[in-house]
């Protein structure tokens, strides 16, 4: 459900799926090593949803992948980066909200032209990190409480868009 290209290496390719599988290839899906594994170190679910991978835009050693698990009553953020090509990961939660039951996550995108800038869409707003994911702010004003189903930032304006959804 999750597939993204590395914005700079061709054929580097990160794919996670509904059962809580992260897989990459450095080979455009000639070979395919699992991660799935070193995720359950950073207290993912053996079978959380990986609803989003994302690589860097200044390295091939760096990408974030994001996962829900609300499917079994677990409405907690699970959001983690590596920063060794996959070798280790390390949980970005901190303190984004965690109290609400409805607050999961959907999507993280990175920054193009900052590394440290990162935006995650919840099924209840928009987070922002200006420290690579050490702490979050609400980035929602004027933003009713909606969830944030994709984020996309454009590549000439640099202007964060978001695909909501709400019932009228």
Excluded: C
């Amino acid at each position: 459900v999750a597939l993204q290209e590395s914005p700079i290496k061709p054929g580097f390719l990160i794919a996670g799926t509904d059962d809580g599988n992260l897989w990459l290839t450095h080979n455009d899906g000639g070979a395919w090593e699992n991660l799935t594994p070193k995720l359950a170190a950073v207290g993912f679910p053996w079978d959380a949803y990986i609803v989003r991978v994302e690589p860097s835009h200044f390295d091939t050693l760096t990408f974030y992948v994001a996962a829900e698990n609300h499917r079994w009553n677990d409405f907690k953020p699970y959001l983690a980066v590596t920063n060794d090509g996959g070798k280790t990961f390390t949980s970005l939660v901190n303190n984004l909200p965690q109290s609400s039951p409805a607050d999961f996550l959907h999507v993280i995108r990175e920054s193009p032209v900052n590394r440290d800038l990162l935006f995650v869409g919840s099924s209840r707003s928009v987070y922002v990190s200006i420290d690579r994911g050490k702490t979050w702010n609400k980035f929602a004003t004027n933003l009713p409480t909606v969830p944030v189903y994709d984020l996309q930032i454009h590549p000439r304006d640099h202007e964060l868009i978001a695909a909501t959804h709400a019932g009228m």
